[in-house]
């Protein structure tokens, strides 16, 4: 092949800047990666595509309609178009359909978490004005599963959520429903996600882009929304996996000290946990504020009875009892045993001090057996 078929072959046009793209990508992948900003609703980069929302369209030469560019694969020699006045038409009325049926910023922040629907309908200027019309799509009120409130009204059927169930759960608890104005998202009979094959992961509710399904804590506790909160990088805590999370904290809260109010997963394809998380990495975040959690080291006194102590107090009882062991009876006579719900870097910790501290290699590790 000569170089001039190769670049042929591997490079298509959007706006007139000529890109090269790489086998199986989408038009929309090729204008990410080149930072041309192209609005989607439906799009989630960990899902196949669905071209359900059509926000994305681009113009393509010779293309008698516009194309969804999330769906339609990049192809060699293409012209793509992805801003003027025709796409944006087409967007201003699309949004503005959207949202005869679609609860008003007001309504929509009562989930707690943001709309990008309305963000969307906003910063394109779409008509707001046209008559409202009846949702028809039913919720699943009674559903008694603590972490995951379904509302229908702020549902766009953009199926991110049934998508992300099948194709990264695997679970399949979910699923478009119905008919028409009537399609919604339910599970099998509409029984309570308990009664289904759902593993409460809450991906549903991350990749949701309305708040259609969202968390059910922060509404029924009266928490702030989502952009008021401060979200703190960490790692959890629950494997040793190591998935990266975010904990969204209201700054006022718990006194001024700052209360954890959910945890949501950073950006999907930024972390290795790539925007998914387990039930309790995403929902068992109540023991960080519970009145049990135990906040300070306890040492005993003369009694028996466990004392409130600093952690110099607590190191150097640690300290002075294995060394009275090892003194009395041989460095074997202590073993160190380790968690796989520690860090790497603590698990090396544990065996370095076995090892060059104390002189034995009594040391183990439960993901070791
Ligand atoms: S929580 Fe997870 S398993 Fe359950 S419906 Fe949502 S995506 Fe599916
Ligand atoms: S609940 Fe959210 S993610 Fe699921 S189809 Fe509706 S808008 Fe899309
Ligand atoms: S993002 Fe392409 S159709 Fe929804």
């Not at 989630?44 to 194309?67: F, K, S, Y």
């Not at 906003?122 to 009846?134: G, V």
Request: charged share 25%; proline share 5%; net charge negative.
């Amino acid at each position: 092949m000569t170089d001039m078929q190769n670049s042929v072959a591997t490079t298509l046009e959007i706006n007139g800047q000529s890109y090269v793209f790489h086998p199986g990508e989408t038009v929309l992948n090729v204008a990410q990666r080149n930072g041309i900003d192209i609005p989607t609703l439906c799009h989630d980069p960990r899902l196949e595509p669905a071209g359900a929302c059509r926000t994305c369209l681009v113009e393509i030469e010779g293309a008698r309609r516009l194309m969804p560019s999330c769906a339609t694969p990049a192809s060699a020699g293409a012209k793509v178009t992805s801003e003027n006045a025709r796409i944006d038409r087409h967007r201003k009325t699309l949004l503005g359909l959207y949202l005869t049926d679609h609860p008003d910023a007001k309504k929509s922040k009562e989930r707690r978490t943001t709309n990008q629907l309305l963000e969307m309908a906003e910063s394109c200027s779409a008509p707001t004005h046209w008559p409202n019309l009846t949702n028809l799509r039913p919720s699943r009120p009674g559903d008694r599963n603590p972490y995951i409130d379904f509302d229908a009204e702020a549902c766009i059927l953009c199926a991110r959520c049934t998508r992300y169930c099948d194709e990264v759960e695997s679970v399949s608890a979910i699923t478009l429903a119905g008919r028409a104005a009537e399609t919604t998202i339910s599970t099998a009979d509409g029984r309570s996600l308990l009664d289904t094959s759902c593993e409460l992961c809450g991906g549903c509710i991350d990749t949701c882009p309305t708040g259609a399904m969202a968390e059910k804590r922060p509404i029924t506790r009266g928490e702030k929304h989502e952009e008021e909160l401060t979200k703190v990088r960490t790692t959890c805590n629950f494997c040793g996996v190591g998935c990266q999370l975010d904990l969204n904290v209201d700054p006022d809260g718990n006194d001024g000290t700052g209360k954890v109010i959910k945890v949501t997963s950073p950006e999907p394809g930024t972390t290795s946990n790539d925007g998914n998380l387990c039930v309790k990495g995403r929902f068992a975040y109540d023991f960080i504020h519970h009145t049990d959690r135990l906040t300070y080291p306890l040492v005993r006194d003369e009694n028996g009875q466990l004392q409130r102590a600093t952690w110099e107090e607590a190191l150097k009882r640690t300290a002075e009892g294995l060394l009275g062991v090892k003194e009395a009876h041989g460095a074997d006579a202590l073993a160190f045993v380790s968690s796989s719900r520690c860090t790497i870097e603590e698990n090396y910790l544990v065996q370095k001090i076995s090892r060059a501290a104390i002189g034995t290699n009594n040391v183990h590790q439960c993901a070791a057996t």
